[in-house]
């Protein structure tokens, strides 16, 4: 049975004087694989930061397995499981590979942090053979493999990702889609931002789309993916 997992409610978010979401709600189960699209400029990243606690909202409610959250530190939030890659990456080039991963890993047990490596270094095989490389050294793809892996070494209950594919090639930015529905069918939950939107889409159970700070329609992921609004404002069908 699926259970409630992400609640936003009438989220207004302000840079100085100008508003950057206005009244946005979202729901997400523990199920799903929540995307959101729209335009550079839209809100996107802000509705991420604002869950993330990296943006305070003016006004509004974030509940996270029935918790308020939006009045937390970003240490809290990600103590109780939301854990974000943000878009460019932002790893330590100067770190190995495995440092970095370590860096994701601070908040467990010893024990339990071998274990994830495994699980990390299954998922991302290239990441094991460059355990000892310098972050800033790996490719392009390779630096997001490790971006997420790094994010999955915290444990995760829910992973945000913004613009995991971002300036990749199309090649390798589905390679990053293949590894994001594996963890999905694995049980993680995932809520994605993209520009990439037929791709995302496609592997979406649901989908919200955002404009001008405000969201404006909201289905399943193929539902969405058929609009002819969207195709005509993000496809050019």
Do not use: W
């Not at 793809?141 to 971002?166: C, F, I, N, S, Y």
């Not at 404006?216 to 058929?226: A, F, S, W």
């Amino acid at each position: 049975m699926e259970q409630m997992l992400l609640r936003v409610e009438k989220l207004n978010v302000f840079y100085d004087e100008l508003q950057a979401l206005i009244d946005v709600s979202i729901q997400m189960h523990d199920q799903d694989l929540l995307v959101i699209i729209g335009s550079n400029g839209a809100g996107k990243t802000t509705l991420l930061r604002s869950i993330s606690g990296l943006h305070r909202p003016h006004s509004g409610e974030i509940f996270f397995l029935g918790d308020s959250i939006e009045k937390r530190g970003t240490d809290q939030i990600c103590l109780r499981g939301i854990i974000q890659v943000p878009e460019g990456r932002k790893l330590f080039p100067r770190m190995t590979v495995r440092e970095n991963l370590e860096m994701g890993a601070y908040l467990q047990d010893a024990k339990r942090g071998r274990e994830t490596f495994e699980e990390v270094f299954h998922l991302f095989p290239i990441l094991r053979s460059r355990a000892r490389q310098m972050a800033g050294t790996l490719s392009g793809g390779e630096q997001q493999m490790l971006a997420v892996g790094r994010a999955l070494m915290a444990k995760p209950k829910l992973l945000m990702l913004d613009e995991p594919t971002l300036g990749l090639s199309p090649k390798v930015a589905s390679e990053i889609y293949v590894i994001l529905q594996k963890l999905h069918k694995g049980g993680m939950p995932l809520l994605l931002v993209s520009q990439d939107v037929l791709q995302a889409l496609k592997i979406a159970t649901r989908a919200f789309v955002i404009e001008n700070g405000s969201i404006v329609m909201e289905g399943e992921g193929r539902t969405v993916l058929e609009d002819p609004r969207v195709k005509e404002a993000y496809l050019g069908i």
